[in-house]
């Protein structure tokens, strides 16, 4: 069976956010031209070992726009002229307000890139402040009008709800906001403490702390904005206009097989997961000296890829197939549907909207 989707991390960031468990760093000494050569080496090679026909392309980090112009060009190109392109559908990367000008827009845009998730996370000062973010409102609002004029059609803003000294109502003036721009595609995360993270830190030392009526409230306030403006609830944290959802992100979602290429990157083919080496400066000299880059693998058994199924297809609006059930979870199954938590439609068990708040402990519940 072919690969369909590709990812790509570029790690580097202007600042490294305190909230953010993603492998990432300042570019510091790292010799920018290199990583891009190391990347497109690492391509040509996965095309070789792999049956690859690309249905899409996504860029993460990191921030794929800190790459300066002409590094991310290189990047963009090489990677259309290593792969067959014919059946590619999305062509998508993530971005910060502060390294997006007009002519690198123009230019990504020309390059084929279809979809750009642009990481606003708030709109007021005090809680991007909180999230160590290195934009402005202001800025923010600048780059998205600089992405729709250079004619992206999909254009998708992130946002964060549950931050440290945001209130419910500073939360609904940062979603009012969101629907005055009218973007294609809203992602509303619940801000999660992330080990190895300066959050996690203070949330140990008592400086923060969870709460989860307050994510309820949000979570609920959220659904209730986004969908009565028209936006299709297709995951836990993810709205769309119609025809416009990630079909890259919905094929994790959905367990199909990918490959990742860059530091720290994994790839999932043919029942095998693994993970590149997270170093950068590593990376690029095992694939500089031709030697693999991968440094751990593990097999997916059937057993993993049943409790991946409750873990991320119960977020979807699709939900999971009814015959994943042990028998022995009827009686869970039917006081779940009682209590009105979700359903069982075309042999799907869906979460009702009541459900999606409660979808992690339901999943423990169904698995038992």
Same mark, same amino acid.
């Given at each position: 069976?072919?690969?369909?989707?590709?990812?790509?991390?570029?790690?580097?960031?202007?600042?490294?956010?305190?909230?953010?468990?993603?492998?990432?760093?300042?570019?510091?000494?790292?010799?920018?031209?290199?990583?891009?050569?190391?990347?497109?080496?690492?391509?040509?090679?996965?095309?070789?070992?792999?049956?690859?026909?690309?249905?899409?392309?996504?860029?993460?980090?990191?921030?794929?726009?800190?790459?300066?112009?002409?590094?991310?060009?290189?990047?963009?190109?090489?990677?259309?002229?290593?792969?067959?392109?014919?059946?590619?559908?999305?062509?998508?990367?993530?971005?910060?307000?502060?390294?997006?000008?007009?002519?690198?827009?123009?230019?990504?845009?020309?390059?084929?890139?279809?979809? #750009?998730?642009?990481?606003?996370?708030?709109?007021?000062?005090?809680?991007?402040?909180?999230?160590?973010?290195?934009?402005?409102?202001?800025?923010?609002?600048?780059?998205?009008?600089?992405?729709?004029?250079?004619?992206?059609?999909?254009?998708?803003?992130?946002?964060?709800?549950?931050?440290?000294?945001?209130?419910?109502? #500073?939360? #609904?003036?940062?979603?009012?906001?969101?629907?005055?721009?009218?973007?294609?595609?809203?992602?509303?995360?619940?801000?999660?403490?992330?080990?190895?993270?300066?959050?996690?830190?203070?949330?140990?030392?008592?400086?923060?702390?969870?709460?989860?009526?307050?994510?309820?409230?949000?979570?609920?306030?959220?659904?209730?904005?986004?969908?009565?403006?028209?936006?299709?609830?297709?995951?836990?944290?993810?709205?769309?206009?119609?025809?416009?959802?990630?079909?890259?992100?919905?094929?994790?979602?959905?367990?199909?097989?990918?490959?990742?290429?860059?530091?720290?990157?994994?790839?999932?083919?043919?029942?095998?997961?693994?993970?590149?080496?997270?170093?950068?400066?590593?990376?690029?000299?095992?694939?500089?000296?031709?030697?693999?880059?991968?440094?751990?693998?593990?097999?997916?058994?059937?057993?993993?890829?049943?409790?991946?199924?409750?873990?991320?297809?119960?977020?979807?609006?699709?939900?999971?197939?009814?015959?994943?059930?042990?028998?022995?979870?009827?009686?869970?199954?039917?006081?779940?549907?009682?209590?009105?938590?979700?359903?069982?439609?075309?042999?799907?068990?869906?979460?009702?909207?009541?459900?999606?708040?409660?979808?992690?402990?339901?999943?423990?519940?169904?698995?038992?």
């Amino acid at each position: 069976m072919s690969v369909r989707h590709l990812y790509i991390h570029v790690p580097f960031c202007h600042r490294v956010c305190p909230y953010c468990s993603f492998y990432k760093h300042q570019h510091g000494s790292t010799d920018l031209g290199e990583f891009v050569t190391a990347v497109l080496v690492e391509a040509a090679r996965s095309r070789d070992l792999f049956p690859l026909e690309l249905e899409t392309v996504f860029l993460g980090g990191g921030t794929p726009t800190a790459l300066s112009e002409g590094h991310l060009h290189r990047l963009l190109s090489g990677i259309r002229e290593v792969y067959d392109w014919n059946q590619v559908k999305e062509f998508c990367l993530e971005a910060n307000p502060r390294t997006i000008t007009a002519s690198k827009a123009k230019m990504m845009r020309e390059i084929g890139v279809s979809r #750009v998730s642009l990481g606003v996370q708030a709109w007021d000062e005090p809680t991007l402040h909180t999230l160590g973010r290195d934009h402005a409102p202001a800025e923010a609002e600048k780059t998205y009008h600089t992405l729709r004029e250079a004619g992206f059609p999909s254009v998708s803003l992130d946002l964060m709800f549950s931050i440290p000294g945001q209130s419910l109502k #500073v939360w #609904v003036q940062s979603l009012q906001k969101t629907l005055s721009l009218a973007p294609d595609h809203i992602s509303a995360y619940n801000l999660n403490y992330e080990e190895d993270t300066e959050f996690f830190e203070r949330l140990s030392r008592g400086q923060y702390r969870e709460d989860t009526e307050e994510d309820g409230a949000c979570f609920e306030v959220t659904m209730d904005m986004l969908e009565s403006a028209g936006y299709e609830h297709y995951e836990i944290s993810n709205y769309a206009k119609p025809g416009h959802r990630s079909t890259h992100n919905e094929s994790y979602w959905l367990g199909a097989d990918y490959l990742g290429l860059g530091p720290s990157a994994f790839s999932t083919i043919q029942g095998k997961r693994w993970q590149n080496l997270p170093d950068t400066a590593r990376y690029m000299s095992h694939v500089k000296q031709g030697v693999s880059a991968i440094t751990a693998q593990e097999d997916i058994t059937e057993e993993k890829r049943w409790v991946e199924r409750f873990g991320l297809e119960l977020r979807t609006s699709r939900g999971i197939p009814l015959s994943l059930i042990d028998p022995a979870q009827t009686q869970m199954l039917d006081s779940l549907t009682r209590d009105g938590l979700l359903r069982v439609e075309a042999g799907q068990i869906i979460l009702t909207r009541q459900g999606k708040a409660l979808v992690d402990p339901i999943a423990v519940a169904l698995m038992g």
